[in-house]
């Protein structure tokens, strides 16, 4: 280990995470973490590299920024939370982080072990009693890829390096340890342990019968779809998304709630329209879904005469019991892979141009401006197109709102949008702040509804951003309520009363924050909105205030229908 030797296992722990690429550890400390608190002034003192510390006063937001972060690095981070009530208070965050297949490491303390006078670490208040629960991981357990408790020091090398390995590997997910402070503070093991040779596994690729199959089939169909949700979350797939829609003519539905650039919203086989998306899966002879959770709602729209191929890494998709869409040949590939397979085989074939006649697809047109009334999400969405660069990164948890983004939010670039494509709400602010502490000096602007802004705990993740030095700029979109439990109302009772007065109980504030307010209060400028006339001039000085270090809510009054 260098020249230095821990004194504690908790030292060991913190080099440990260094040594396998952790550069952040988001910290929400408690009685359990006390040994890793003193290890961080005993390590920085002895000059020895460990994760930096950003301090969380809320845990779901320290997980939410490590998924951001991981969203653009690709390499796993860490969060600490204090045993069973920190573990429960990750919430929804790890509902998302499972779905999104985000690697991230979640460190969670346990009640001490020893209560003998004079143990170190050992049980010192009535607390370390009360958390002690049958089962702390089975809050987790159903959202965690991997769960594991360290009791002993002798395991720390292995149980650290295998946490690594597993939340990246494979289908990343997280990966849940335990660890009590009286193992923290036991003398570590005489070894440091090995910190290499956990290789992760390359990305699957497609088998090379498959790839020539499927590439004869989509140079002789007539109608050929792709569906993904995801594969533009690494540049080579929004690549290969595009190669294929130049090749052989392709339409593509970019699946909106994913959060993600899967091909440039300027792309001719783009079909940004819903409407148009529906049409194209009933009219397909041949369709490939990639990485998509769902590629269509059968209560709307059905494939009538389609081949439908299935890529991804888990194609059983065994972690939704219900998925049961129709599947004529089903790919174990990492999608962005095999999507770059078939369009080499094309090329390959000497099919380099979409045959004659492929339809291109058709943006759809903006509603004209009211002369007055509400300011609508449509005016907002130009606005943003006016003001925001190519390069700007754009994180999306807008809810109801979100499929108006989707079809008018100009995004050229791969790796310029980001969401989570999970229901896990309140992920949009913090999940921005992970954006931008990966991304110095990137204007990073999170597009959010007031439901979401509030299930984000916006005053702890304000404050990360100021802590982790990462500012973001916040465009709220402001219904006065819950639109996304209004509609579902209207929608199963068309002639009810709900419907009929235009409005459904619990879904409406009537006392809501001054979300301007709340920003002004940690560190942040906050703007209200009202009139569509100063919109853009809003918006210009929230990404003034960015540009210099500053984060900033826009809060801007929508209709509130």
């Known amino acids: 280990m260098e020249d230095f030797q821990p004194a504690t296992t908790a030292e060991h722990l913190l080099w440990l995470l260094a040594r396998h690429g952790v550069e952040h550890l988001f910290l929400n400390p408690g009685t359990d973490s006390a040994p890793l608190q003193e290890a961080v002034a005993t390590l920085a003192k002895a000059g020895v590299a460990i994760p930096k510390i950003i301090t969380c006063s809320y845990e779901s937001v320290a997980l939410a920024a490590a998924h951001g972060y991981w ?29 999104d297949q985000a690697g991230v490491i979640v460190i969670a303390g346990k009640t001490p072990y020893a209560e003998e006078p004079g143990a170190p670490g050992g049980r010192s208040h009535t607390i370390h009693w009360q958390q002690d629960v049958p089962d702390q991981a089975g809050t987790v357990r159903g959202y965690a890829k991997w769960v594991m408790e360290i009791t002993r020091p002798a395991m720390l090398a292995r149980a650290v390096g295998r946490a690594v390995q597993v939340a990246t590997g494979g289908r990343p997910g997280p990966a849940y340890l335990m660890v009590s402070r009286d193992v923290l503070m036991d003398p570590p093991a005489p070894e440091p342990g090995r910190t290499t040779r956990y290789a992760v596994p390359r990305p699957p690729a497609a088998d090379a019968d498959t790839v020539r199959w499927i590439a004869d089939r989509l140079a ?31 339409r593509v539905i970019d699946l909106a709630e994913t959060g993600c650039v899967n091909i440039s919203t300027s792309h001719p086989m783009n079909l940004l329209a819903a409407a148009d998306g529906q049409r194209a899966v009933e009219e397909a002879d041949l369709i490939i879904v990639v990485d998509a959770d769902v590629p269509w709602i059968p209560r709307f729209t059905e494939p009538t005469d389609a081949t439908i191929v299935h890529i991804d890494a888990d194609p059983l998709k065994t972690d939704m019991p219900m998925w049961t869409f129709p599947v004529d040949v089903s790919v174990t590939a990492d999608g962005p892979t095999a999507l770059g397979q078939i369009a080499e085989r094309l090329e390959e074939m000497g099919h380099t141009m979409p045959p004659p006649g492929r339809p291109e697809a058709a943006r759809p047109a903006a509603p004209p401006v009211p002369a007055d009334g509400p300011i609508t999400v449509h005016e907002v969405v130009a606005a943003l197109n006016e003001v925001l660069r190519a390069d700007d990164l754009v994180i999306e948890e807008a809810v109801t709102s979100a499929r108006v983004l989707h079809e008018t939010l100009d995004r050229t670039r791969p790796a310029t949008m980001y969401g989570t494509g999970s229901p896990g709400l309140g992920w949009g602010l913090a999940g921005a702040v992970g954006v931008s502490m990966a991304s110095p000096g990137a204007r990073v602007v999170t597009v959010v509804g007031d439901g979401s802004f ?43 009363l709900s419907a009929t007065r235009g409005d459904a109980e619990g879904t409406r504030f009537s ?51």
């Open 71 to 99: 969203q653009v690095t690709r390499r796993p981070q860490c969060v600490f939370v204090h045993v069973d009530v920190g573990t429960q208070n990750l919430g929804a965050m790890m509902h998302n982080a499972m779905r």
């Open 220 to 250: 002789e169909a007539g109608r050929p779809l792709l569906i993904t949700g995801k594969a533009g979350r690494r540049p080579e797939g929004f690549l290969a998304v595009t190669r294929l829609a130049d090749l052989a003519g392709v």
């Open 454 to 496: 509030m299930f984000g705990v916006p005053t702890a993740a304000l404050c990360l951003a100021a802590e982790a030095g990462a500012p973001i700029m916040a465009v709220v979109l402001n219904n006065d309520g819950y639109r996304a439990s209004r509609l579902p109302v209207f929608e199963l009772f068309p002639q009810g």
């Open 511 to 561: 006392a809501p924050p001054d979300f301007a307010a709340v920003a002004r209060a940690c560190h942040a400028d906050g703007e209200t909105v009202t009139d569509r006339a100063g919109l853009v001039a809003a918006l210009r000085r929230g990404l003034s205030a960015v540009e210099s270090g500053r984060s900033s809510v826009v809060d801007v009054r929508i209709a509130t229908d």
